[in-house]
């Protein structure tokens, strides 16, 4: 057991996001997503430590464009069906997040790997 110089960040959407989901293709009845579908899917950013719930608020203000995106991307690679305004309060409004002071890796086996995230890894999530 491993303890990480990292806090994190559990991403979850909302059921506006789910509602958004759901719009990208229209379908009827029982084929819709539910909220309880997509929260299994929350998405876990690892982050510098925060320490006080003024640096972690400040901290997503800085970030929540990116956060926002990523998790968007993740559901709708083409810009153009997204949202035409994401600002915090579409952050807000789609993602409920969960801060975790501590960040340990119980895998003692396998060292961490680090690699830059791009479209492709986000999809083949997606696709799992």
């Not at 909302?14 to 998405?43: M, Y």
Request: glycine fraction near 0%.
């Amino acid at each position: 057991m491993k303890l990480l110089n990292r806090s994190a960040l559990s991403v979850r959407p909302t059921q506006h996001f789910v509602d958004w989901i759901n719009a990208l293709e229209p379908t009827v009845g029982d084929d819709d997503l539910a909220l309880e579908d997509v929260e299994r899917e929350s998405t876990v950013y690892l982050i510098p430590e925060m320490d006080t719930p003024e640096n972690l608020e400040a901290f997503v203000r800085e970030r929540y464009l990116e956060i926002l995106e990523t998790e968007l991307r993740a559901w709708e690679e083409d810009e153009r069906q997204w949202p035409e305004t994401l600002d915090w309060a579409l952050f807000q409004r789609f993602l409920c997040i969960e801060h975790s002071y501590l960040a340990i890796d119980l895998d003692d086996e396998a060292a961490l790997e680090v690699a830059e995230v791009d479209d492709s890894m986000l999809l083949e999530t997606d696709q799992d």
